[in-house]
């Protein structure tokens, strides 16, 4: 089966961290760019970071550059985000991406608060 499944996610105060893990399923996820992305509510989703097939290139958003960290373990077929200083405006469900025929997953809510 074709898909992506996204887990980690959780409630965190405003400094903490969290990773985010996505598993990958019925592709040849080493051969993908993947990506992270995040939607907060009543905004649309954006691109968060990516990386490439092999993890020795990644991109990252301004507003978490520094902050937030892309890898993969293509033997596992997972990709995973960790985030540390997070902050209230990190709140979003986040997604990862992979090849474009592969359905967005159900995502990983993360909400920052105090």
């Known amino acids: 089966q074709v898909q992506l499944v996204e887990s980690g996610g959780g409630l965190v105060q405003p400094g903490g961290s969290l990773r985010l893990s996505c598993k990958a399923s019925g592709f040849t996820f080493s051969t993908y ?6 939607q907060a509510p009543g905004k649309e989703r954006e691109l968060v970071a990516t990386i490439s097939s092999r993890g020795s290139s990644t991109n990252y958003a301004d507003s978490v550059n520094g902050r937030f960290t892309i890898s993969r373990d293509n033997a596992k077929n997972t990709v995973y985000l960790q ?6 405006e990190d709140t979003a469900v986040y997604y ?4 474009s025929y592969v359905s967005w997953g159900q995502g990983t809510q993360v909400s920052v608060s105090s």
Do not use: A, E, Q, T
């Not at 760019?33 to 995040?38: A, H, K, L, N, S």
């Not at 990862?96 to 090849?99: I, L, M």
């Open 33 to 38: 760019v993947m990506g992270w992305y995040r």
């Open 96 to 99: 990862c991406r992979g090849p």
């Open 83 to 88: 985030m540390n200083s997070l902050k209230p």
